[in-house]
């Protein structure tokens, strides 16, 4: 009898091959290997937003550095154009209705949009959330507190990019160890509480940076008589480093810095075949042409204006060694020695023998491939550099300490963690303990680094912007070196202004110097409520007693914020020995203070 016939068995698919799956295994894969980097952007952020309260809209909330000066004009930039955006709703896609709003007499184009709309959208976000009139504001009025949060985020993310790529880069050691240590440098600390574009632009230019140096550098292959040759780039590469070069564009000008040392080694690795490197700077262009409506009615004539304002700006004052210097004829050495003395005295060395590693090509063996890791380093350490040197030739405009070359943090923190990651391949090396206890050793060595300068975190708080380090003697060692103790009014916080309630009358006028635009007493009424509420009168000090001791008009109160730049050589000689009845210290020195006079 014939067997009977047997039906096809059904065709099992495995389950890691389907679609859905490989993708949530591949995120899984990603959370199991990044996590520290995620963890420490998560940390990072959330440690910001507790201390961002700028004068008292949100007395619930932590106290943060006081309103500063150039937060007023980004924060409004940014909300105008969010709200230009929704009111138009769909039409917005309309060429001509983006015209119309980036033509307004109300837009300022001395900065590119993306930075600022990034500070609206967390301002509009938070403000839905939160609601204005909890705090007693109208429907229209701007709460610069809110639009903080955006360079929080900004902050956060720049630290999960910098652990991430660090840990593909050269090990696990290299990524968290640079993710620490931008998270413990005071001045970048600061900045990511603040309502400015710098945060926003450190994590363009960090992205940009780190794509450049991972995908641009690729690893020699076999070639003729088997002589390695390097493989062209490939085209979606170059667009791709090309749109975060474009978005960097779109945050602030220091942006131009980070091309040329692209530029140079496509030049040196490829000759003649380095043609394709005009794509980046095509593509960029493309970028900031397409995502600045403003430059569309006129596109030759308002990038020159734009360049031209970038180069040709009021003149700020500097305050460096003890003396005044305008910006342009600032000391070729400022940059160099900003950078080194507002970083701890540990960091910086750590930092110093990561660089000098680099450049000599001694880097630790975690490096994943060794063919192009060096070359990748050489890289970030032109973008360390180049910053420092263009901001160091004559005549080109350098102020208020770090501000202007704050891109080179994020590099400088990789370089700290390839000095780190060598110093622990040292230690294993030469010492004889075991495994286990070498391991723990390192680890309590490492830890109590990381919890001092956490804890100097703490103690400074929330003065993080007037903080020097070691290499300068802290504050008090500043001081005597004559250095700017505030640039930008960070001491006038929300506890100081509690505090002058108790001192000065309802209804009463207050001098305040120094005064750096005309709209800086106006923002501050309008985000302190105990000066509203107080009645107070706020004046700038008036022109006749810059030149000579105050004491000579009827106003009683006098509040400074100590940018020495701008307060009249007569009135720090006056206030020099006298005790103010409000204060703001950092380090034992004074940023800000109420004085009778």
Known sequence: MPERPTMNPRKVVPASSLPGFSRWNGVRTFLKNEWPGLLLGLVATIWVLCQIDSGGLHPGWPEGPGLTIDESFNVQQGVFLCRAFHAYGLAVVDPRSLGEIFQQEIYLADHPPLGRIWLGVHHEFLRWIVGVRSVGMGPAQIDYTLARTGSATAFGLTIALLTIWGSWWGGRIVGVTAGLALLTMPRVFAHAHFASLETTTNLACTAFSLAAAGMLVMK??????????????????????????????????????????????????????????????????????????????????????????????????????????????????????????????????????????????????????????????????????????????????????????????????????????????????????????RRLEAQCVAGGLLIWLIGMQ????????????????????AQAMGMEASYWADGLTRGFWDECEKQIPRGATITVAPVLHQFQLDDWKSQVPAITRNDWNLIPLPAEEAASPPGRSGNEYLVVFWRKADLPSALQKELAGRQPLVQRSSGGVIIAGLYRR
């Open 220 to 437: 020699p292959v076999s070639g003729e008589g088997l002589q390695p040759r390097l493989p062209p780039i490939p085209w979606e590469r170059l667009v791709f480093v090309g749109v975060l070069y474009g978005l960097a564009l779109l945050t602030k000008i220091q942006a131009v810095l980070l091309l040329p040392p692209v530029v140079v080694w496509l030049v040196y690795a490829y000759r003649l075949r380095a043609g394709r490197a005009i794509g980046i700077a095509a593509v960029a262009a493309a970028i900031v042409f397409f995502s600045w409506p403003w430059l569309w009615s006129d596109p030759v004539g308002h990038t020159m204006s734009y360049l031209g304002r970038a180069t040709n700006r009021a003149t700020l004052s500097v305050w460096y060694f003890g003396r005044q210097f305008s910006d342009r004829e600032t000391p070729w050495h400022y940059p160099w020695v900003l950078s080194a003395i507002t970083v701890s005295l540990p960091v910086w060395l750590v930092g110093f023998y990561g660089s000098w590693l680099v450049f000599l090509g001694r880097l630790p063996q975690s490096m994943r491939e060794p063919e192009t890791a060096v070359a990748r380093g050489r890289i970030l350490l032109r973008f360390l550099l180049v910053p420092l040197f263009v901001f160091s030739l004559p005549h080109v405009a350098i102020y208020d300490c770090e501000r202007l070359f704050l891109i080179i943090y994020p590099m400088f923190a990789l370089m700290i963690g390839v000095g780190t990651a060598k110093l622990w391949e040292h230690w294993c090396r030469y010492s004889r303990l075991p495994e286990p206890m």
């Open 458 to 477: 703490l103690w400074t708080a929330p003065f993080w912007l007037s903080r020097y380090g070691g290499l300068a003697g802290g504050m008090r060692g």
